[in-house]
C-alpha cells in the first residue's frame, strides 16, 4: 500500500470508469504522479481510499497483472474536496463520455477561481480523453462559461486545454473487485504540444505533436469507424461481442473494407505512407479479434445518435471520402447498420428508433446526420437502410 506524497505531482482524474482506470491512471502515476479520481461511485470511493492501489490484467497470452499505486478518491459531489484538489493539481484529466463534460465544468472552474484567489500561477494542464475531435477545446467552452469574465485572461495565463487523443480498448468490466480492470495490451495517448503552457507536463509513453489534426483522425476514423462498423454489423447478425463478429469471415472482411474507405481518404488527405498505413489496419483487425477480451457489441455501439452525428467517426470519414471521389459503398452500409441499432437499454438507441416510427428516414438522416436531402449521400444511406429493413422483414416473415 501507499500513501499520498507531498513531494509528487498531483494528477485529478474526472471518472473512474474503463478508460480511467484502465489506462490514463495507470499511465499518470507510471509517470510520478499521485492520481485522485473524482467518481459518482461511492463504493469505489472507499476501496481507492482504504487500498490505494488497484489491480490491472493485461489482456495478453500470459494476463501479467499490473498494480496502479498512490491513488485516491473524491466524490464528484463534494465540491469542496474537488476544488482543493484541484488547486494542486499540475494536471486534470477526464475519461466520463463526451456528453457529461458539462456534468464537471463548474467544479473545475471553481478551482481555477481558487488558484487565481490564491495567486497560484504554476501551470495546469486539463486534457479531455474522449472520442471526439477537440475534446478539451469543448471542455474549456464549458468551464469558462461557469468563469466570470473578468478572470478569463487570468486563467488563459497558467491553465491550458491541449486536445488529445487516446487509443486502448478497454470492455466492461465484471470483476468481483470494483476496482480491478483487464485491457489490451496495445496503447497511443497523443497530446497536441501547441496548446501546451511554457512547462511541459511529463507524462511518460505519451506522444506529443504539433498539431493533432491527422492523428486524432486516423484514430477515430480507423479504429472507432471499424469497432462501431463490426458493432453494428454483428448486431444485425444477432451477435453479442466483437470477438465473435471478427471470427465470422464475411463480417469480418466488411469491417476490413470500411478501413480501407476511411484508409484511402486518410491517405490522401494527410499524406500517409500507405504502407503503414496497411500494417495499422492490420494491427486493428488483430486488436478487435483479441480473443483474452469479450467487448460487448452493446458497449461498442452505444449511443448511436453521438457515432451518427455529422462530425464523428462515421458521417465525417463518408463526407470527405466521397468529397475526394472515393468509394464510400462500405461506409455508407456501415451508417445503414447503425440506423438499425435499436437495444433498448441504450436510451440513443431507444430514441433514434422512436424517430424512425415518427417520421420517415429522409427526416431522421437531415435532423440527425446532417446531411440533407439534396446531397446525394443521403440518397445512399436512406436506399441502404431501407435494403437492411426488408431484408429483415423477409427473414422475420420466413421464420
Ligand atoms: N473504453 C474504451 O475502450 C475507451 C478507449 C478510448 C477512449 N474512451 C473514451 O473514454 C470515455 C469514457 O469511456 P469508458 O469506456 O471509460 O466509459 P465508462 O462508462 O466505463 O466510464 C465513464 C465513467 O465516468 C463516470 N462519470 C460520468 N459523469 C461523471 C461526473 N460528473 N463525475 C465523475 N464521474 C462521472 C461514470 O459514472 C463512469 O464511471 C468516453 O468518452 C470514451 O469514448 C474509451
Ligand atoms: O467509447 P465510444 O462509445 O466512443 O466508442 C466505443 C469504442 O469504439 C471505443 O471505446 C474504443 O474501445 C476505444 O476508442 C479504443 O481506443
Not at 65 to 73: D, G, H
Request: proline share 4%.
Amino acid at each position: 500500500m501507499n500513501d499520498v506524497n507531498i513531494d509528487r505531482p498531483k494528477a485529478v482524474h474526472f471518472g473512474a470508469g474503463n478508460i480511467g482506470r484502465g489506462f490514463i491512471g495507470l499511465i499518470l502515476t507510471k509517470s510520478g504522479y499521485d492520481v485522485c479520481f473524482v467518481t459518482r461511485s461511492q463504493t469505489k470511493i472507499e476501496q481507492f481510499n482504504l487500498r490505494k492501489e488497484y489491480p490491472i490484467t493485461i489482456a495478453n497470452e500470459t494476463k501479467d497483472r499490473i498494480l496502479v499505486k498512490n491513488v485516491e478518491a473524491v466524490s464528484t459531489d463534494d465540491t469542496l474536496s474537488v476544488v482543493k484538489k484541484i488547486v494542486d493539481a499540475k494536471i486534470i484529466t477526464t475519461a466520463l463520455g463526451v456528453s457529461n463534460l458539462p456534468t464537471i465544468a463548474e467544479n473545475i472552474a471553481l478551482g481555477i477561481k481558487a488558484r487565481i484567489i490564491k495567486n497560484n500561477k504554476n501551470p495546469l494542464h486539463i486534457i479531455a480523453c474522449e472520442n471526439i475531435i477537440g475534446a478539451s477545446s469543448k471542455l474549456k467552452k464549458y468551464v469558462y462559461s461557469y468563469l466570470p469574465a473578468s478572470m478569463h485572461e487570468q486563467a488563459s495565463q497558467f491553465v491550458a486545454f491541449p486536445n488529445a487523443a487516446v487509443d486502448r480498448i478497454v470492455p466492461v468490466q465484471y470483476h468481483k473487485d470494483p476496482l480491478e480492470v483487464t485491457v489490451e495490451p496495445y496503447f497511443e495517448w497523443v497530446i497536441e504540444s501547441s496548446q501546451l503552457q511554457e512547462k511541459l507536463p511529463t507524462i511518460q509513453d505519451v506522444q506529443f505533436v504539433d498539431s493533432l489534426d491527422a492523428y486524432i483522425e486516423r484514430k477515430l476514423f480507423t479504429v472507432n469507424t471499424a469497432h462501431c462498423s463490426a458493432a453494428y454489423f454483428g448486431y444485425l447478425k444477432g451477435y453479442s461481442t466483437i470477438q465473435e463478429v471478427m471470427k465470422d469471415p464475411q463480417l469480418s472482411m466488411e469491417v476490413q473494407k470500411v478501413m480501407n474507405e476511411t484508409g484511402e481518404m486518410l491517405i490522401e488527405k494527410y499524406d500517409l505512407d500507405e504502407q503503414e498505413h496497411k500494417r495499422y489496419i492490420r494491427k486493428i483487425l488483430h486488436r478487435f479479434a483479441n480473443p483474452n477480451l469479450k467487448d460487448k457489441i452493446v458497449r461498442v455501439g452505444r449511443s448511436p445518435l453521438r457515432k451518427l452525428s455529422i462530425n464523428d467517426r462515421l458521417v465525417k470519414p463518408t463526407v470527405q471520402a466521397y468529397e475526394l471521389g472515393m468509394d464510400i459503398s462500405n461506409l455508407t452500409k456501415a451508417i445503414a447498420a447503425a440506423l438499425h441499432f435499436d437495444y433498448i437499454k441504450d436510451p440513443e438507441a431507444v430514441k433514434l428508433n422512436e424517430e424512425l416510427e415518427k417520421y420517415d428516414i429522409h427526416l431522421v438522416i437531415s435532423k440527425y446526420l446532417g446531411i440533407p436531402k439534396a446531397h446525394p449521400i443521403h440518397e445512399k444511406v436512406a436506399a441502404k437502410y431501407k435494403e437492411i429493413k426488408n431484408r429483415n422483414l423477409k427473414v422475420k416473415t420466413l421464420s
